[in-house]
């Protein structure tokens, strides 16, 4: 890999965490359709779009419904999470992602943002990192999910920095994957088991350093 120049930042479970919101809005929906929603159910939901994770939840229920339906049904859950995430501030911000960010922009290297999530804006503005980032490409963005590249070719062309010169920060299989698909670096933020195919894996932001993105 030549010298990292950008560094690009998946948003759930890597800067912020909106996960635990997304399972609440999903748990809510199978709850007034009668069935239950564990944390175990929510992580086959990983990195997946909304109308793919409303099919495995659907599938869990073992409940049919009509296409129009699903729509309805997606579209609630997403207006119960956008509730949730109104009521989120800087606190909510993932440990050690504001000294990184710090030391990246002392060190000049670009910033973006590579979410699916069409609520990327607003989350970031109710944690105050809007200003940290170079580009912002989110889910109004794209027309690809993950493991498709776009999202962080977008970004890398936003930044106006080639490709391999690109550190990826990802929480999700499919997002390491977009990342390897797309000729970047890739720095897993999770578990070893889960990320075992990108080059380097953390257990969080804070365990990150400019050393360690040049290694």
Same mark, same amino acid.
């Given at each position: 890999?030549?010298?990292?120049?950008?560094?690009?930042?998946?948003?759930?479970?890597?800067?912020?965490?909106?996960?635990?919101?997304?399972?609440?809005?999903?748990?809510?929906?199978?709850?007034?359709?009668?069935?239950?929603?564990?944390?175990?159910?929510?992580?086959?939901?990983?990195?997946?779009?909304?109308?793919?994770?409303?099919?495995?939840?659907?599938?869990?229920?073992?409940?049919?419904?009509?296409?129009?339906?699903?729509?309805?049904?997606?579209?609630?859950?997403?207006?119960?999470? &956008?509730?949730?995430?109104?009521?989120?501030? $800087? %606190?909510?911000? !993932?440990? +050690?992602?504001?000294?990184?960010?710090? =030391?990246? /922009?002392?060190?000049?290297?670009?910033?973006?943002?590579?979410?699916?999530?069409?609520?990327?804006?607003?989350?970031?503005?109710?944690?105050?990192?809007?200003?940290?980032?170079?580009?912002?490409?989110?889910?109004? &963005?794209?027309?690809?999910?993950?493991?498709? $590249? %776009?999202?962080? !070719?977008? +970004?890398?062309?936003?930044?106006?920095? =080639?490709? /391999?010169?690109?550190?990826?920060?990802?929480?999700?299989?499919?997002?390491?994957?977009?990342?390897?698909?797309?000729?970047?670096?890739?720095?897993?933020?999770?578990?070893?088991?889960?990320?075992?195919?990108?080059?380097?894996?953390?257990?969080?932001?804070?365990?990150?350093?400019?050393?360690?993105?040049?290694?």
């Amino acid at each position: 890999m030549g010298t990292i120049r950008a560094c690009i930042f998946d948003l759930d479970g890597v800067v912020v965490d909106t996960a635990k919101y997304h399972y609440l809005a999903w748990k809510r929906l199978a709850q007034e359709m009668g069935f239950d929603f564990t944390p175990e159910d929510n992580e086959k939901l990983k990195g997946v779009s909304r109308m793919d994770s409303l099919s495995i939840l659907l599938n869990i229920g073992g409940i049919k419904i009509s296409e129009e339906e699903k729509h309805q049904l997606a579209e609630k859950k997403n207006n119960w999470y &956008k509730e949730y995430i109104d009521t989120m501030t $800087p %606190e909510e911000v !993932l440990p +050690g992602v504001v000294n990184f960010f710090e =030391e990246l /922009k002392l060190n000049h290297i670009k910033m973006a943002l590579g979410s699916a999530s069409k609520n990327a804006q607003s989350i970031l503005e109710k944690t105050n990192l809007s200003h940290w980032f170079d580009a912002i490409i989110d889910g109004t &963005k794209t027309q690809e999910a993950k493991p498709n $590249p %776009e999202v962080f !070719l977008l +970004g890398a062309r936003e930044l106006g920095i =080639e490709p /391999k010169h690109c550190a990826v920060f990802e929480d999700a299989e499919a997002g390491i994957q977009a990342a390897l698909n797309a000729n970047m670096y890739c720095i897993g933020v999770g578990s070893p088991q889960v990320l075992s195919k990108a080059h380097q894996v953390i257990p969080g932001l804070f365990d990150m350093n400019m050393a360690k993105l040049n290694v």
